[in-house]
């Protein structure tokens, strides 16, 4: 995936000349950050404010502001009226860092968001002109169309692994109070590092970690949330977060538990990529579990004939022809 965004960074940068860029992947469902390349982004002691800011505290422009816009393209000083210093995001990172402004853009195709890239321009740079949105608009549903085909690639060379559960808890400012030595290893080539880099180093963890953890602390949020992220030595990684009473002698405030994601998370994740309808990927998780039309029609509460239109429509959409290459094909190479 870095080297995706490694590419688009390279080719979109003599138009957009921004002096900052993150290439973000996003979970399609639920807009949570799952990973992506922060190479030539933020510097890493910025980022579990950044997360917080994104998923806990909200600000203008954020993605899930720009998920319900037809056109997914988003100018920081646009949308607070020129008047950034209302926006925590420009307060806390942007100016102390020399920054004078964020655009953003949604990587999206019919089938959902994908995934999204966050510029910055400099104080001495030019502002953003209503040009540069218009190039970052017309990349939102190319490159979410093919970012929504390597999601699928991803899935279908994750390998399984052995290793046990990590557990990390994390204080009030998203600091590591105690982790387990089993979190490196789900940790293992950062995005940007080496593969060969070693977590546990210092006290960074990947994006996805504080985007769960600052989840689980919005007011009114049930103390629990579970997201994913992708690992490149462990494939698709659970991520289950907890918020933790304020008592707790150690000052810890959210505790994370990493493992190995089960199939209904690839399952989730392909039935969006290939644009399943909800009815569809109900079918289709009774045909992969063996179940006949007659037994699919009796538990979904359709007739015979309107499980075989779901059925096909399945097929059209994956480019599958019968029952026997849904479960021997592409469902059982990524989800079996």
Not at 8 to 26: E, N, Q, S
Not at 53 to 69: H, V
Not at 85 to 95: A, G, H, K, N, T
Not at 230 to 258: I, K, N, Y
Request: net charge neutral.
């Amino acid at each position: 995936m870095e080297e995706f965004f490694e590419k688009i960074k390279r080719a979109t940068r003599p138009a957009l000349r921004f002096d900052i860029c993150a290439g973000v992947t996003v979970d399609p469902q639920t807009l949570m950050n799952t990973g992506g390349d922060y190479r030539d982004a933020l510097p890493p002691s910025m980022m579990p404010r950044m997360l917080d800011i994104e998923y806990r505290e909200g600000d203008a422009n954020d993605l899930s502001q720009l998920a319900t816009r037809s056109t997914p393209v988003g100018l920081l000083s646009r949308e607070t009226g020129g008047r950034l210093e209302r926006s925590p995001r420009y307060r806390d990172i942007m100016r102390p860092l020399g920054f004078r402004d964020e655009l953003r853009v949604l990587l999206r195709d019919r089938h959902g968001a994908w995934g999204a890239l966050i510029m910055g321009r400099a104080q001495d740079a030019p502002a953003f002109a209503p040009s540069d949105l218009a190039v970052a608009a017309s990349l939102a549903q190319p490159l979410g169309s093919v970012l929504r085909r390597l999601h699928l690639t991803r899935l279908a060379e994750a390998g399984a692994s052995a290793a046990a559960p990590g557990l990390v808890l994390l204080d009030e400012e998203y600091r590591v109070v105690h982790r387990t030595p089993t979190v490196d290893m789900w940790f293992e080539g950062l995005a940007g590092e080496p593969a060969d880099a070693d977590p546990s180093a210092d006290d960074r963890l990947p994006p996805a970690v504080y985007a769960v953890a600052a989840a689980v602390q919005t007011p009114d949020a049930p103390g629990t949330h579970t997201s994913w992220m992708h690992s490149r030595a462990h494939g698709c990684v659970r991520l289950h977060a907890w918020r933790l009473d304020r008592s707790d002698p150690t000052g810890a405030r959210t505790a994370v538990v990493v493992e190995k994601a089960g199939s209904g998370e690839h399952f989730g994740l392909i039935a969006a990529a290939y644009g399943l309808t909800p009815r569809e990927r109900d079918v289709t998780g009774l045909v992969l579990r063996g179940h006949s039309t007659a037994d699919i029609a009796r538990r979904a509460g359709l007739s015979p004939h309107t499980v075989q239109d779901h059925l096909k429509s399945v097929f059209d959409k994956t480019g599958l022809r019968s029952r026997r290459e849904l479960v021997a094909g592409i469902f059982a190479r990524h989800y079996g």
